[in-house]
């Protein structure tokens, strides 16, 4: 379907001559055939595109309809996701330092329920944040290493999995630009696993997405601690990766919710195994 519709609020602008939409009043000019899905301009346009920073709550709030647009290069042009992908990214990674310790500040009270008093909690926030290298360089270098992982892993699954054949550009094309716009998906995903494990466990935890490698783990303790990683990945993986198959390669639902499921297990092999390559020691060394 490419009917006309309103900007604003997606009504149906089939047979009205209205300059304004009758639903919310938004003014619509006199060219209905703007306002075609087709048509519409989007934040990655090649000509004339909205501003970047209006991607991030589409991308979120509608992925499917969204990554629906990568089929075209006039509305999603390859420069203009790369562009939008930095960008959410480095915002990311200069805030979430200090946001990480006020999320485990929040944790800790809610574990202690009136055990620990807000004000401890506060003063202890004051004296760890201004500890630049450890409160934030090193939570933001983790978690874009975290990001570049996971980037790799569903840009590979995106170039090697069958999926819905486009018309408007190549394949590789839809499918990279498509990656690219779920930024704001991985990004959330990371903050899932952290939230998830401190849920669960009630302790603190290493930096988004990070499983102990199976080296630094002791043997009677592996089976423990493989559960644990498998209770940090079951929710947020399937989520995303859902989204993943439905947008991207534009499974259908059941399909993309099962194929989500099953990506649990290997998603955590190989963070353990890319773990081994890169220690949480040599990631203190790094600023130190």
């Known amino acids: 379907m490419d009917e006309p519709l309103c900007p604003s609020c997606d009504y149906p602008l089939v047979g009205l001559s209205s300059p304004r939409c009758p639903e919310c009043g938004a003014e619509l000019g006199a060219d209905y055939d703007a306002h075609r899905p087709s048509r519409r301009r989007t934040p990655w346009s090649a000509a004339k595109p909205l501003p970047l920073w209006r991607g991030v709550w589409p991308v979120l709030r509608r992925p499917v309809k969204t990554l629906a647009a990568c089929a075209d290069p006039q509305r999603v042009a390859v420069h203009r996701t790369l562009m939008f992908a930095s960008i959410v990214l480095a915002s990311f990674l200069l805030i979430w330092g200090p946001l990480r310790e006020v999320i485990m500040a929040i944790h800790v009270l809610i574990r202690d329920r009136g055990d620990t ?3 401890e909690m506060a003063d202890l926030l004051r004296r760890e944040l201004p500890r630049v290298r450890m409160r934030w360089i090193v939570p ?6 975290a990001q570049v992982r996971w980037l790799m892993i569903f ?3 995106a170039l090697v999995l069958p999926g819905e054949p486009t018309t408007l550009r190549p394949r590789i094309g839809q499918r990279l630009t498509a ?3 779920m930024t704001p998906w991985f990004l959330l995903l990371d903050l899932l696993c952290s939230m998830t494990i401190w849920a669960a466990v009630g302790s603190c935890v290493p930096e988004p997405n990070s499983m102990f490698p199976i080296s630094a783990v ?3 303790l592996l089976a423990e601690v493989s559960w644990m990683w498998l209770i940090r990945l079951i929710v947020p993986v399937p989520l995303v990766a859902t989204i993943f198959f ?3 390669l534009r ?3 059941w399909t993309a919710l ?3 499921v099953l990506l649990v297990p290997p998603a955590a092999a190989l963070w353990m195994a890319w773990d081994e390559v890169f220690l949480a020691m040599n990631m203190y060394r790094i600023v130190q």
Not at 140 to 145: C, D, I, K, N
């Open 117 to 119: 008093a807000v004000g």
């Open 246 to 248: 439905r947008g991207v």
């Open 179 to 181: 990656v690219l716009l």
């Open 218 to 220: 002791e043997r009677e």
């Open 258 to 260: 099962i194929a989500g």
């Open 140 to 145: 933001s270098l983790w978690l874009a290493w």
């Open 155 to 157: 840009a590979s699954l």
């Open 251 to 253: 499974w259908r639902w």
